[in-house]
């Protein structure tokens, strides 16, 4: 090497050196200060129960449980507390097509029909050429369809062969549209390619290799199991428990129960490019695929992106990736009814959180993901819970108004005589709502999901006397046909047309 160059060197190594003598390490980083915030945050966003677990250099450094499984009860949550992780099961059926794609048996940009001939779309040109790239990046252009399997009795195959009556909300591969039915199109093919079904290929190929015991691929699993969390939701300023959502219809997208213990060991697999050990599960060239940005995701996705303010926000395969502070981060949130999760990666710093909560989109998630960041990272202090909160608490303290800036009207009476409602609306896409008349009131099913009592408001617009769990508090709006009658019957966001009187 030529003096000159030398001299270049020594002097980069010397300022590589120093940059990372200032960057914080595991060991200065004050734990027990961070475990004190998690538990007062925890407090102050009312979460019965949360688990979390940060990595760092291919160790777990903090794993720790607050509060409890279930309100009213003693058990403890820990990090050995089993939770429904919701969408972060999208990276394990990604990581399941990596494994099928380095034994050469698919490739991302193979077709779906070529899989799954039977499959159709609403356009025949979209059938023809959607790929397994489309599916996991969300670019199919279809909308979200979680009504299909929010109905509780459809199988993941009658769901997707209901895709082809679905209308697309935009051009194909023009915009990101969150599609979980779509999503497990990927489980399909997983079973076809395998010769195992979607659970079976998970539990033997990623939780085996990986000794993750305390994780279950189905919620049809859960019964019988010990220190599992129970959902809860905030119901009229109170923590409700609420019941168990199965997701088994779209397990690909979203099933899988665990606990941010075992979720450390799928942090630590990550991190280390998809390997285990010296066992390597995913090539680095595979493994680089995976977390490549395919397509910008809309900021608006996650109301904390307005405090972290990344200049890119994007999705890969089953990964959102945006920077923070310079660096890159793959995350990924998951939410069932009662049930919150997110893992956030700094791939570069070899660093990874992830948090478990037992709260209906209990948000702290956010908070707790950036507070580890800023630790790790030496950002200037920052108090990243009571921000947030700030932020969920303004926007949910605005009094609701109407279209034309008034407080909405008070209740009054049907324009129709009650019998008039009575009848099944239909959609070809998902079914049937059934209205009833009984005791001087209206009440209505959506496939075995019953609305309950009905209580009149304005407008022809009806509301479930008590919120359900699994329905909510939707509102039911009638459409008059002018003679007399109902036309049709619009509930969550679908307008029903009606196809008979009771």
């Known amino acids: 090497m030529k003096p000159r160059r030398a001299l270049l060197a020594l002097c980069l190594a010397c300022v590589a050196s120093d940059a990372r003598a200032q960057a914080p390490t595991p060991q200065r980083v004050d734990l027990s200060a961070f475990d004190a915030l998690v538990a007062k945050a925890a407090r102050d966003w009312r979460v019965p129960g949360l688990a979390i677990a940060v990595v760092k250099d291919d160790s777990l450094v903090f794993a720790k449980g607050y509060g409890v499984l279930e309100v009213g009860k003693p058990a403890p949550a820990t990090a050995h507390s089993r939770f429904a992780i919701g969408s972060t099961t999208k990276a394990m059926t990604t990581a399941a097509l990596a494994m099928l794609v380095d034994e050469g048996r698919l490739r991302w940009d193979d077709r779906v029909i070529d899989y799954l001939p039977e499959?159709?779309?609403?356009?025949?040109?979209?059938?023809?050429?959607?790929?397994?790239?489309?599916?996991?990046t969300h670019r199919s252009g279809l909308p979200g369809v979680d009504l299909l399997w929010m109905r509780g009795d459809l199988t993941n195959a009658e769901m997707i062969t209901r895709l082809r009556t679905v209308r697309p909300a935009s051009s194909f591969r023009s915009s990101w549209e969150y599609n979980n039915v779509v999503y497990t199109i990927a489980g399909a093919i997983v079973a076809k390619v395998s010769g195992m079904p979607w659970e079976q290929f998970v539990r033997t190929r990623i939780f085996g290799?990986?000794?993750?015991r305390e994780s279950l691929t189905l919620v049809a699993d859960l019964p019988g199991q010990s220190d599992v969390a129970t959902p809860h939701a905030l119901s009229r300023d109170t923590v409700r428990v609420v019941p168990v959502r199965s997701t088994d219809g779209v397990a690909a997208a979203g099933s899988v129960w665990s606990s941010v213990s075992d979720m450390s060991r799928w942090m630590r697999f990550m991190l280390d490019s998809g390997r285990v050990g010296t066992t390597r599960l995913i090539t680095p060239a595979t493994f680089s695929e995976i977390v490549a940005p395919q397509i910008r995701a809309p900021k608006e996705e996650y109301p904390a992106l307005r405090l972290a303010r990344p200049n890119t926000f994007s999705y890969a395969l089953g990964w959102?990736?945006?920077?923070?502070?310079?660096?890159?981060?793959?995350m990924h949130t998951g939410s069932i009814d009662g049930m919150s999760a997110i893992i956030g990666l700094m791939p570069d710093r070899r660093l990874g959180v992830y948090v478990l909560a037992n709260l209906d989109h209990a948000e702290l998630r956010h908070a707790l993901m950036y507070q580890v960041f800023d630790l790790y990272t030496g950002a200037a202090p920052r108090d990243w819970s009571a921000e947030l909160r700030a932020l969920f608490e303004g926007a949910r303290g605005r009094p609701a108004m109407s279209a034309t800036g008034q407080a909405p009207p008070a209740p009054s009476v049907p324009s129709l005589p009650l019998e008039r409602y009575v009848g099944t609306y239909a959609d070809s896409t998902y079914g049937e709502v059934v209205v009833s008349l009984a005791d001087g009131a209206l009440s209505a099913r959506f496939g075995p999901r019953e609305f309950g009592r009905l209580d009149a408001g304005p407008y022809?617009?009806?509301r479930p006397h008590t919120p359900t769990a699994t329905l909510g508090g939707a509102p039911l709006t009638f459409v008059p046909d002018g003679a007399g009658g109902v036309a049709s019957l619009r509930v969550f966001g679908v307008t029903f047309a009606r196809i008979r009187t009771k």
């Open 320 to 330: 959102f990736v945006q920077d923070y502070h310079g660096e890159t981060v793959w």
């Open 119 to 136: 499959f159709r779309l609403y356009d025949p040109w979209v059938t023809r050429e959607l790929t397994i790239r489309d599916v996991l």
């Open 209 to 212: 290799p990986l000794q993750m």
């Open 460 to 462: 022809d617009t009806f």
